[in-house]
């Protein structure tokens, strides 16, 4: 059975900490690996990742995947309250023949960052 | 541009009772989905669509009916609602033709309590 583990599952620091969140994986025929953060509505995309060893940067966030431990982590530097929120993992995976790619998602990660 | 619209944003139901969570998008895509969040659970799929006319079962199927007669539609159906299928229900979709890698784009949800 695919299978995606984030942890810690809830997380709560204080404002200008570093933070990083992880994201394990047992799956068949892996294609890439999405980081989602989701406040109060509508899980909003933050990065995919295809290649081992890549590193995904947007502004004090970013991600590495690697592929030979099965994992990804997600770094938060210097956070600030805006940063609470769930973040989720998801693993694409190649679709089956006449298939459609399927997503497995984690559990979520809470993060709560308090002034 | 709306991007996914999900309509209503709340709804309680008694148990029996029928229902359509509706799901629109306006960027073209070929592929929509819907998901439900439960806490502990992450997201689960329950059907999705690759196309017009073109629908089949996710991870969670059962109690729930979908068609796609539009690219921009995606209704789902619960035929007779149990405490159960309480919820939060996310609809999604994501390029599909020609396009290897894409993430998937959220509506912002519809939560739905069965008594």
């Known amino acids: 059975e695919d299978k995606v583990v984030q942890s810690p599952l809830s997380l709560v620091v204080h404002e200008g900490d570093t933070v990083t969140l992880n994201c394990s994986y047992e799956?068949?025929?892996?294609?890439?690996l999405l980081w989602y953060k989701q406040e109060k509505k509508a899980p909003t995309f933050l990065f995919m990742l295809?290649?081992?060893?890549i590193e995904k940067k947007s502004g004090r966030l970013s991600s590495i995947l690697d592929k030979k431990e099965l994992s990804s982590i997600l770094n938060i530097t210097a956070t600030q309250t805006g940063d609470s929120a769930i973040y989720l993992c998801?693993?694409?995976?190649?679709?089956?023949?006449?298939?459609?790619?399927?997503?497995?998602f984690g559990k979520g990660m809470k993060l709560t960052v308090n002034p | 541009n709306a991007g996914v619209t999900q309509t209503p944003k709340f709804q309680v139901l008694k148990t029996g009772q029928s229902m359509t969570l509706q799901c629109a998008q306006d960027?073209?895509?070929?592929?929509m989905s819907w998901y439900r969040q439960d806490p502990g659970m992450g997201l689960r799929l329950i059907h999705y669509?690759?196309?017009?006319?073109?629908?089949d079962q996710g991870e969670v199927p059962n109690g729930y009916n979908v068609s796609r007669s539009t690219t921009e539609d995606f209704p789902l159906r619960l035929l007779s609602a149990a405490p159960s299928q309480t919820s939060v229900y996310f609809c999604?979709?994501?390029?599909?033709?020609?396009?290897?890698?894409?993430?998937?784009?959220f509506g912002n949800g519809t939560r739905l309590t069965v008594t």
């Open positions: 999604a979709s994501r390029p599909f033709k020609g396009v290897l890698h894409s993430p998937l784009h």
């Open positions: 799956v068949t025929n892996f294609r890439s």
């Open positions: 295809t290649s081992s060893g």
């Open positions: 998801a693993v694409a995976l190649l679709p089956a023949q006449g298939g459609s790619e399927k997503l497995v």
């Open positions: 960027m073209n895509h070929e592929y």
């Open positions: 669509s690759v196309g017009a006319g073109i629908t």
